[in-house]
């Protein structure tokens, strides 16, 4: 069966998706203040990808599959699932709400920087999880799609990363312990498609597999319009973020019809 022989690539991309919050760990202590303007367009741009595969590739696919019915359904419980993750994580703690790349001053107890660098690996943590699995559940259906998202997934954890360690570094003021939670943090997105596996596998079919995907776009749609373009906006460089977009989706067009 051609989505058994995926399973071990699929977990590759997994596994190399959520460590790219290491990526960040390192950026954070390298470079003493990140180009925002770098940080707008690459999160517009990841935004750009999710969200041009799941309208353009993945829900189409699910529909053709299922129906319209209950693809859309699968998409909107793919939604339900992580806004419900997204409101159990306490707002101050929230990725989405983090105000990230801001250097924390001299002021700040350390006490407290380290609780929210840590507060913040486990909420990244938890927010990562579905991530892990949507990637899974999209390359064992096709290993391209799980490329491109794996990709789109590795450059918003890079941000993330540095929203962990930049705390930590500053209270502790060891480099090793602040790239350490921030690397952590991203192993979740590999544990969520070891659990996915672990569960679905016994199950797993064609119609269960077009689910999948339709699943995985609304979790792509959510991320984005909650999450990416708000925190994008929220540096400024609006037309940026825009250009970001356009050349994500512009990308993914160009892969998908060289494909």
């Known amino acids: ?81 992580i806004a419900l993750i997204d409101l159990l994580v306490p707002e101050p703690q929230n990725p989405h709400h983090y105000t ?29 999880f579905p991530e892990g699995l949507a990637t899974f559940a999209a390359a064992l259906g096709d290993v391209r799609f799980g490329i491109f998202i794996a990709i789109a997934i590795a450059i918003h954890n890079i941000p993330e990363g540095i929203a962990v360690s930049v705390p930590i570094l500053f209270a502790t003021n060891n480099k090793s312990k602040a790239f350490f939670y921030s690397f952590l943090s991203g192993l979740s ?26 699943f995985v776009a609304g979790i792509m749609i959510y991320i984005s319009l909650d999450e990416l373009l708000p925190m994008a906006h929220r540096y400024g460089h609006g037309h940026l973020v825009i250009g970001g977009i356009v050349a994500g989706m512009l990308i993914m067009a160009i892969s998908l019809l060289m494909l």
């Open 1 to 81: 069966m051609a989505v058994s022989a995926n399973v071990n690539v699929a977990l590759l991309l997994t596994l190399l998706a959520g460590l790219s919050t290491g990526i960040g760990g390192g950026i954070a202590y390298f470079i003493k203040k990140p180009r925002i303007a770098y940080l707008s367009f690459g999160l517009g741009l990841s935004a750009g990808v999710m969200i041009y595969i799941s309208f353009m590739e993945l829900l189409p696919g699910a529909i053709r599959s299922l129906g319209e019915l209950w693809a859309l359904v699968a998409f909107f419980v793919g939604i339900g699932v």
């Open 100 to 128: 990230g790349l801001d250097e924390p001053t001299a002021r700040q107890p350390h006490s407290k920087l380290m609780r929210t660098g840590l507060m913040t690996a486990l909420a990244i943590g938890i927010h990562n």
């Open 189 to 214: 997105e590999p544990v969520g498609a070891i659990v996915g596996y672990l569960i679905l596998m016994p199950f797993l079919s064609p119609a269960l597999l077009a689910a999948l995907l339709a």
